[in-house]
């Protein structure tokens, strides 16, 4: 019985995080069977090659830090995500491959066909069944940060590039994606994305822990 696997995107700040602490919560109350993955990280060796792509004294080439993130997704996607979603679980994914599309496509302007054959390679088949887009100004999530890592020192000209991204992939593969207006109180955010997984819900029925 295969589970589901969701993933949130968005430009920093743009509140996934806490959201998926919420959407945690609320499936554990139904009994269900819920695992958390951060990207780049969620696993120890994937946690390793974080420390070396968010510290600000690393000095990265495009195409070299490309091919961490790639790395690091391979990892976490062989060792937590693909077996939790092969026991039924569901697997809350706080970044994924359209970060990298985003990020290392549209932000470093580097070829975005290359990028998603890349993250094909990747996760060897592993797909998330739906992607939540919290959408924001860049300037309202960044504003909202309290420290900068090596990403959100980019300067504002990146993180527009990076919103952009993000929404041409949603209008890419509509069915996967819902765009979420991530403005607004936590709480009603939360509301949105509940009504985005609305039909999700006799899948999310069925894997219970
Ligand atoms: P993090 O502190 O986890 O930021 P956030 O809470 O916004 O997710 O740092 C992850 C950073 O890595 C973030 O700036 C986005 C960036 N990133 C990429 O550039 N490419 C990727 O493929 C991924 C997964 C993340």
Redesign the pocket.
Known sequence: MRGLFITFEGV??SG??SQIVRLEARLRAEGIDVVCV???GGEPMAERIRAL??DTASDLEARAELLL?LAARAQVVSRVVAPAVARGAVVLG???ID??VA??GWGRQQDVAAIRSLNAFAVGGVLPDRTLLLDLPPETGLARQMDR?R??AEPAEFHVRVREGFLAEARQSPERFRVIDASGSPAEVEERIHSALRDLAPALGRATG
């Open positions: 920093e700040g996934k995080s951060r990207e780049p792509l968010l993130f706080d970044r994924h970060s990298s990020y290392q890592n990403m959100e």
